[in-house]
């Protein structure tokens, strides 16, 4: 009796068949699994079904790798038209990055040359506005001028009277050009001014004679004019 079982310790096909009796299939998942998927294809056991299991098995192997491979061949397709459409984003990211350098150099420049036009705009609004503040001091407005020169025929108004006092005024503010760098535009307005004077001091000489003249009555009613005449006449003795 122990020489049977030595011999069967020592022998292979029996140690492999014990081991598999001894095993507890609800410990091996994977073997139970295995075993499941053989139960699909194996289905009778017979001397020819037995033969051929390992043909079989090697089919089904090869039948499941194909499918991975075929599988995996989408994936990799799938895959590559991702990296080309990556490869495509990355280039329009690119020239877009390009496009907005030269977009931000471009309005860099156009910034800069906007600054340097107002700069210059504000410089010229300036000079604008101290060439109307000269004006405004230093020349006569349009009705004033037409006041003085108009003909001496027509009556001597108050309109008269205030340009020849504007004319006074600006003929006696040229003495502060005269101290300044515009010393030319300073004469040519003195003299300009003192045409106007010389002028309006003649014609208002001869209206003041022709006013005189038709004054009758012991009493003479004098108009304010005329007042104001004789007394602008007092700075001028010569014409007195």
């Given at each position: 009796?122990?020489?049977?079982?030595?011999?069967?310790?020592?022998n292979?096909?029996?140690?492999?068949?014990?081991?598999i009796?001894?095993?507890?299939?609800?410990?091996?998942?994977?073997?139970?699994d295995?075993?499941?998927?053989?139960?699909?294809?194996?289905?009778?056991?017979?001397?020819?079904?037995?033969?051929?299991l390992?043909g079989?098995?090697?089919?089904?192997?090869?039948?499941?790798?194909?499918?991975?491979?075929?599988a995996?061949?989408?994936?990799?397709?799938?895959?590559?038209?991702?990296?080309?459409?990556?490869?495509?984003?990355?280039?329009c990211?690119?020239?877009?990055?390009?496009?907005?350098?030269?977009?931000?150099?471009?309005?860099?420049?156009?910034?800069?040359?906007?600054?340097?036009?107002?700069?210059?705009?504000?410089?010229?609004?300036?000079?604008?506005?101290?060439?109307?503040?000269?004006?405004?001091?230093?020349?006569?407005?349009?009705?004033?001028?037409?006041?003085?020169?108009?003909?001496?025929?027509?009556?001597?108004?108050?309109?008269?009277?205030?340009?020849?006092?504007?004319?006074?005024?600006?003929?006696?503010?040229?003495?502060?050009?005269?101290?300044?760098?515009?010393?030319?535009?300073?004469?040519?307005?003195?003299?300009?001014?003192?045409?106007?004077?010389?002028?309006?001091?003649?014609?208002?000489?001869?209206?003041?004679?022709?006013?005189?003249?038709?004054?009758?009555?012991?009493?003479?009613?004098?108009?304010?004019?005329?007042?104001?005449?004789?007394?602008?006449?007092?700075?001028?003795?010569?014409?007195?």
């Open positions: 009796m122990a020489d049977e079982i030595s011999i069967q310790q020592s292979p096909l029996s140690r492999k068949l014990n081991k009796l001894e095993m507890r299939l609800d410990n091996d998942k994977d073997l139970v295995a075993l499941k998927a053989l139960s699909t294809f194996f289905t009778e056991n017979n001397l020819r079904e037995r033969r051929n390992r079989d098995i090697e089919k089904r192997s090869l039948y499941v790798n194909e499918q991975f491979e075929s995996f061949r989408d994936v990799k397709e799938q895959l590559d038209l991702v990296h080309s459409d990556i490869q495509s984003m990355s280039k990211c690119e020239e877009m990055t390009t496009r907005l350098k030269m977009a931000r150099e471009q309005t860099s420049d156009l910034i800069s040359k906007t600054t340097k036009l107002q700069a210059e705009s504000q410089k010229v609004q300036l000079k604008q506005k101290v060439a109307d503040a000269f004006l405004d001091r230093f020349q006569l407005k349009p009705h004033e001028t037409e006041a003085l020169k108009n003909s001496r025929n027509e009556p001597i108004t108050e309109e008269f009277f205030s340009a020849l006092s504007r004319v006074k005024v600006i003929h006696s503010d040229c003495k502060l050009l005269l101290r300044t760098k515009q010393q030319t535009a300073g004469l040519e307005i003195m003299e300009s001014m003192a045409l106007f004077m010389e002028s309006a001091y003649e014609r208002l000489y001869r209206w003041t004679q022709a006013e005189c003249r038709g004054l009758t009555g012991d009493v003479p009613e004098i108009m304010p004019n005329l007042q104001n005449a004789m007394a602008v006449l007092q700075n001028r003795p010569v014409l007195l």
